[in-house]
């Protein structure tokens, strides 16, 4: 299976993730919640919703459980422990699933959905052809 590596800022972990799960736009992801946007100090997280067996993760990152969560379960983030670039979330609502955050890679694919739309600033533009979700859609 051909895949595609991203890394950390400082390289010490790796991820790589099936050319096949990222070339589906359906898994292409842009969430919008106060939640991402703190984890990454950025307007909106870009991630792919991978099955953990398309993933391999080389490098140990560290995990933050975030309880302050919408759905009121824990939500698994992890990030790297040097230079702090978030790696991942995961979800026990749905095991065997990881959404890896696609700005460790060179190449973003375009998302094919936008979740908490509800939060996105009023100057920033839907993604053209995304479909639109103001909470978390349930797959
Ligand atoms: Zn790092
Ligand atoms: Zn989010």
Sequence with gaps: MSSTTGKCLCGQISVSVSKEVLSATDN???CH???CRQSGGALASVSVIAPESTVKISGVPKIYQDVNTDSGKPLERAFCG???SPIY???PNVP???VIK???FDEIPKP???SYCKARPPWDKPVDNAKQFNTMPTK
């Design 102 to 104: 696609l700005g460790l």
């Design 89 to 91: 979330t995961a979800s």
């Design 96 to 98: 065997g699933i990881q």
């Design 82 to 84: 040097n230079c702090g």
């Design 112 to 114: 094919g959905m936008e």
């Design 33 to 35: 919640c106060k939640n």
């Design 28 to 30: 292409i992801t842009l």
